[in-house]
Each structure stands twice: as C-alpha cells, then as structure tokens.
C-alpha cells in the first residue's frame, strides 16, 4: 500500500518513524531489563524458598526478552510510514489566528 505522496521525493521509498516509533524505544527498555535480570538469575544468589523453587530473575528476563524482541519485529514488520504533506496548522489560510491577551497598560 505505497502511495507516491508517501515516498521520499528523491529516492522513491517511504519515509518510516524509524527510532521515533514508540515500539522500538519500549522494546529496546524490555530488553535492557530482560538482560539485567537474566543476568542477575544466571549469576546472582539463587533463593528457591522465595520463590517456590523456581528461579524468578532468570524466567522473567527471558519473559521480558522475547516480549522486547516481539516489539521489535513489530516495528520491523509493520513500520509507521510517515506522509510527506504534513503542513502545520498556521499554513491554513481559512483558520482564524489566535486573539492573544494583552497585559493591562499602567
């Protein structure tokens, strides 16, 4: 579903978010956490009375691992292509500008 107005004029392709898509940036947060508590369940002390016998830190790094890693192959696969007619909203001539408020004169 490429359409010419959202191709980058020069080269022809589309203009993706890229790091700006809030999937990438959650994404590589999980998997920095998922990283830190595997680590800490691979290498740090392992209580099994706490935690009924299972090793919690490691599970749940890998847990947050494979969410983060799904959020970055969202991205990947379904990139946010952004369009190129993007106008602000001061170039609508038909808009009314903004009464500002003046400070009282003394």
């Known amino acids: ?24 940036i959650i994404g590589a947060l999980l998997g920095i956490y998922g990283v830190v508590l595997a680590l800490a369940g691979l290498l740090g002390e392992h209580e099994p009375e706490k935690t009924g016998g299972i090793n919690a830190n490691l599970w749940t790094g890998l847990a947050l691992l494979a969410v983060g890693a799904g959020f970055l192959l969202w991205a990947k696969v379904r990139p946010i292509v952004v369009p190129a007619d993007v106008h602000a909203p001061d170039d ?13 004169a003394h």
């Open 1 to 24: 579903m490429s359409h010419a107005t959202d191709s980058d004029e020069s080269t022809g392709t589309p203009h993706k978010a890229g790091l700006f898509d809030i999937r990438n």
């Open 92 to 104: 609508d001539p038909t808009r009314p500008a903004p009464q500002r408020k003046r400070p009282p």
